[in-house]
């Protein structure tokens, strides 16, 4: 499985931003997803997962009410709506997938990853 997201950018405090994830070969619906993100300097932490049906999602404290993880497995893709952003979202997010139906919050539960795509909100 070959992930390819994109979407980041450049944004002002409270705005939005859709992140998308594109995922190659036919187990992608098997999956469990998850977007990671990891600030300069510090570890990379779980934002969202969702389960391979989407029946089951998670979010981080820190992102939950305003972000919103979703699947398409009919296009292979899990996007990542991110609204009423903060300057403290600012990282590289990444998309992983899990050979796991169940969804998941840590690293190394992952199989397989994004090349990850920058995010900057400025104040």
């Known amino acids: 499985v070959q992930l390819q997201a994109f979407g980041g950018g450049l944004v002002q405090a409270g705005g939005s931003l859709r992140l998308s994830c594109a995922a190659s070969?036919?187990?992608?619906?098997?999956?469990?997803m998850a977007w990671f993100r990891q600030a300069s300097g510090k570890e990379r932490e779980s934002v969202a997962s969702i389960r391979w049906d989407g029946g089951d999602i998670y979010y981080s404290d820190s992102v939950k009410g305003r972000f919103t993880i979703s699947r398409d497995n009919a296009k292979n893709t899990v996007y990542l709506q991110m609204n009423s952003l903060k300057p403290e979202d600012t990282a590289v997010y990444y998309c992983a997938a899990r050979r796991d139906y169940g969804l998941s919050i840590t690293v190394a539960s992952y199989d397989y990853w994004g090349q990850g795509t920058l995010v900057t909100v400025s104040s």
């Open positions: 070969g036919r187990t992608f619906r098997t999956y469990a």
